[in-house]
């Protein structure tokens, strides 16, 4: 520990020099834990690649006197010539001493007290470095089931490295020199394409149950692999996610389905079992076949977004979660209209069953629900093709979204392909060609005929 501060001393107290290989070789020897520093030739990271603002921030808190380290996704981001989602800052400031040194500076969190420093749009995260030292009661907090609740210890670099998750995350930038400093193996699992968590997996999985998955989100969105012990507890541990906040899976999910890899993340998700931990009355339906199919709706949406997402299209949450529950607000919908319910009663109520026990593990929000509601609600409404109602459905808010979701439902045969079509051509047809689309069907002269009502009744399905 010693070692470490003189080494910090040293490299603080001089200018700009390269830290000399000989003397990190001594401090490796004494250190408390074994470390490497990657010099500026050893890796690929620029200063061209980051965040100006993220820079402005590093080199006013080393002006300052203090240390400052780019950490997390970004490195690790940048290290596979990606562009990073958002640059995170370590150093050894207290959050006090961050905002004293910034006027465009907030402190957030419980949790974990951050500060965040603003430049316009964009906030770089400023963390004080932190400790798993158990001694000060109240600044860390532990459930009895092992998690972590509070987390306020703060420490030094060779503290903070310990309570990160994965060893690629944990990969510290210094812009004193541009080095990397590596105390957990994280250059060498990078370079191997491994993600592994830091420490025993069991007792980490049990502190944090959502590193299960950030394991499976950030395996997907790197291309990497698990590594054997970090993958194997899972299976077992899948189930603590019930105990985490549904908000906090709210955003998880989210992260995991946007991200442009959604059927990758939902396959993994499943091989570990931790799909159905978010997603159980969807998981029911998947084990189930439909007419000897098995059920790929929700696959087939996710493959979809991903599309989308490929072509710079947008893609919104409310579609891809009212595809995961269609099928279960479908069955539930079915029994009750056997039961003699109207069908439209049937859907409604299907839809509160399934979203109030959905609610329960993911707090998808209420504005979210009701769009979900929406689309599935207009399902119904692609039948009704006669008079003045296709009309009314084009300039409904949800048209679009819903129309999408039928197509998805015709491909994957929920629904038929014909009306698809006659959707598609109908928003393509001109005046005359709708009027004509929506015009009830005549009656033929001399023929023996069914009703007018009968036949408008089996147009519209
Ligand atoms: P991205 O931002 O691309 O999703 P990230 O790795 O930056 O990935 P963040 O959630 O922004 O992920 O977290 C920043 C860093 O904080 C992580 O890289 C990791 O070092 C640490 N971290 C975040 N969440 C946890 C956690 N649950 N347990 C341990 N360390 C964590
Ligand atoms: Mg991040």
């Known amino acids: 520990m010693k070692a470490i501060f003189k080494f910090f001393k040293k490299i603080f107290s001089t ?8 003397e990190i070789a001594e401090i490796k020897q004494s250190s408390t834990h074994r470390f490497k520093v990657y010099s500026r030739s050893e890796h690929n990271i620029s200063r061209s690649q980051m965040s100006e ?20 996704g970004c490195v690790r981001d940048l290290l596979l010539g990606h562009e990073p989602k958002d640059f995170d800052v370590a150093t050894n400031a207290s959050p006090e001493e961050v905002k004293k040194v910034f006027r465009n500076c907030r402190l957030i969190g419980r949790r974990f007290r951050l500060a965040h420093v603003y430049f316009g749009r964009e906030i ?13 009661d109240n600044a860390q907090k532990v459930h009895e089931d092992g998690r972590l609740l509070r987390d306020n210890v703060f420490g030094s670099i060779e503290d903070d490295v310990w309570r990160r998750d994965f060893t690629v995350n944990a990969l510290y930038y210094n812009i004193r020199d541009f080095s990397i400093i590596d105390y957990t193996g ?23 149950p959502v590193r299960m998955l950030r394991a499976v989100r950030f395996a997907v969105k790197l291309g990497f692999t698990l590594d054997k012990q970090t ?31 959604a059927v990758q993340s939902f396959e993994m998700l499943r091989h570990y079992g931790l799909f159905k931990l978010l997603f159980a009355q969807s998981e029911q339906c998947l084990n189930t076949e439909e007419n000897d199919f098995p059920r790929v709706f929700i696959a087939k949406a996710l493959e979809n977004s991903d599309k989308r997402i490929a072509e710079e299209k947008s893609v919104t949450p409310y579609f891809l979660l009212s595809a995961f ?7 539930q919908a079915k029994l009750m209209a056997e039961k003699g319910e109207d069908e439209s009663f049937a859907y409604q109520n299907a839809a509160d069953q399934v979203l109030a026990k ?8 209420k ?31 949800r048209f679009r979204a819903a129309y999408d979701f039928l197509l998805l439902r015709a491909e994957t045969g929920g629904a038929e392909t014909e009306l698809a079509d006659w959707w598609t051509r109908f928003q393509q047809a001109n005046e005359a060609e709708k009027k004509k689309m929506t015009r009830p069907p005549r009656r033929r002269k001399g023929g023996k005929m069914k009703s007018k009502r009968t036949k408008v009744k089996a147009e519209n399905g």
């Open 15 to 22: 200018p700009e020099t390269e830290v000399e290989e000989q």
């Open 53 to 72: 603002n993220a820079i402005k921030v590093l080199y006013r808190l080393k002006k300052s006197g203090y240390e400052a380290y780019l950490v997390g």
């Open 124 to 136: 770089i995260e400023v963390a004080t470095f932190r400790s798993s030292d158990t001694e000060d």
């Open 186 to 208: 994280g250059m060498e699992d990078h370079s191997a394409g491994v993600l592994r968590l830091i420490g025993d997996p069991d007792t980490r999985y049990r502190e944090d």
């Open 231 to 261: 993958a194997q507890p899972i299976y077992e541990l899948a189930g603590l996610l019930s105990g985490i906040p549904a908000a906090r899976l709210y955003d998880e999910v989210l992260k995991m389905f946007l991200s442009g890899k």
């Open 325 to 331: 529950l269609w099928e279960a607000v479908q069955s």
């Open 358 to 365: 959905q609610v329960k593990s993911i707090a998808i929000p």
């Open 367 to 397: 504005r979210v629900t009701q769009s979900m509601r929406e689309v599935w609600q207009l399902q119904l409404r692609f039948d009704k093709r006669i008079g003045a109602r296709p009309y009314r459905l084009l300039g409904h808010p």
